[in-house]
């Protein structure tokens, strides 16, 4: 059987390492994987074997942000975490025949000096839409880019990076698409649509932002539209909840739990069914990153506001914001500037269509992980044939 090894470095990143996983398991190969950020429970749930250690470190890997996230994942055994991962990834690499990296420097890095050469990348965290010129320095850096000369194949997530990374020297920059809009949760929700999406992420913001997010519900109770959380697996029982009772349904997938208020107010909590919530929702609030942009790439137009973090930091929020454009809507962390936002989108046809409009500008067509997974098969079947092809001569 041939092995492809998976190094990713984050939760988006690990999300979409499975749906390439499921695309190359489709073509033939067996697929281990190494995830460098968390416990990689989106491979084990799509029974992809995970390898080295699987530990959540308390910045949940966003340790560069502050200097006191990176004491704090010291403290917590950052170091010896790490070299588990590298001696995965090197005792994986002798029996692969090749190593894809989902992140971004860290990742390729760690694939890089550890993996199993031919190195395949998809860079899917940076974007050159996102960059702000103004600042300073380069969307990927001269190391980084110099990793990626290091790979075969390097997969951007949008056309504009692909254009730069070449005028920048990384010739083995190829688009294909984004594969982040095909990591979608197939699993059916017995709920009426239009829904309101409630999208609070996985990291622990979600403790912060649901809450607000909950009291924005009461103020929508006029709107039509049914509350449903896409929760991100995160445990219940560090919810601190106002007035709401949260009761769970007996199901694993679907709706798992509802909260209730006594004012009336109903909002479902859903989980493993994000692609049908996603395709029923008319409008999102969100402290996410991948579930925002996939929301975008649907169609969905999005309300989002900062928290303290460790992810959707107001720097965060806004870097998201130059890359979805009018498809987020930005305010500040309180209840009615949320549902104001939300009925600005309700009551506007226009600026509805300029949220579609941006979202699929910036994410692009479904599709791309089959692409992907096709191009790298296709890479490796022509290796795999030059031996005979020196035999012939």
């Keep these: 059987m041939r092995r492809v090894v998976i190094v990713s470095n984050g939760h988006g990143e690990d999300i979409i390492g499975t749906v390439l996983a499921r695309e190359l398991v489709a073509l033939g190969y067996e697929v281990q994987a190494v995830p460098l950020v968390g416990k990689g429970n989106a491979y084990q749930q799509a029974g992809i074997r995970v390898l080295g250690p699987r530990k959540e470190m308390p910045s949940g890997g966003f340790a560069v942000q502050s200097a006191a996230s990176i004491w704090a994942d010291l403290k917590a055994g950052w170091f010896s975490m790490s070299l588990g991962h590298y001696q ?12 894809l990296v989902v992140g971004d420097i860290y990742g390729i890095l760690v694939g890089s000096v550890f993996g199993k050469r031919p190195l395949f990348q998809m860079q899917c965290l940076v974007s050159v839409r996102a960059w702000e010129p103004g600042r300073g320095g380069n969307p990927y850096g001269p190391l980084e880019r110099a990793l990626m000369r290091r790979a075969v194949k390097v997969y951007p997530r949008e056309l504009e990076a692909e254009t730069w990374l070449r005028a920048h020297g990384v010739k083995n920059a190829h688009y294909l698409g984004n594969p982040m809009l095909d ?3 197939g699993g059916p929700l017995e709920l009426p649509p239009p829904y309101l999406l ?15 997010m909950l009291e924005a519900c009461r103020l929508l109770r006029d709107a039509a539209l049914t509350p449903v959380v896409a929760w991100a697996g995160l445990p219940l029982d560090r919810l601190e909840l106002k007035d709401y009772r949260l009761e769970a349904t007996g199901r694993s997938e679907g709706v798992t739990h509802r909260l209730s208020h006594p004012d009336g107010t109903v909002v479902y909590l859903a989980q493993r069914a994000f692609g049908a919530a996603l395709r029923g929702s008319r409008v999102a609030l969100s402290t996410s990153g991948t579930a925002a942009e996939q929301a975008a790439g649907y169609g969905v137009p ?28 930005l305010t500040e962390p309180s209840p009615e500037a949320v549902v104001q936002a939300v009925r600005a989108f309700l009551s506007s046809e226009t600026l509805l269509q300029r949220a579609r409009a941006a979202g699929k500008a910036a994410m692009g067509e479904p599709g791309a992980a089959a692409r992907i ?21």
């Design 302 to 329: 999005l309300v989002g506001f900062p928290t303290h973090g460790p992810q959707y930091t107001r720097g965060f929020a806004e870097n998201q914001k130059r890359l979805l454009g009018d498809a987020l809507m």
């Design 198 to 212: 409630l999208l609070p992420g996985s990291r622990t913001d979600a403790y912060q932002s649901l809450p607000l």
């Design 88 to 99: 995965a990834v090197r005792a994986a690499a002798r029996d692969a025949i090749a190593t």
């Design 183 to 185: 990591a979608l949760d």
């Design 373 to 393: 997974a096709l191009d790298i098969h296709q890479h490796l079947q022509a290796i795999e044939r030059e031996p005979e092809q020196s035999r012939s001569r």
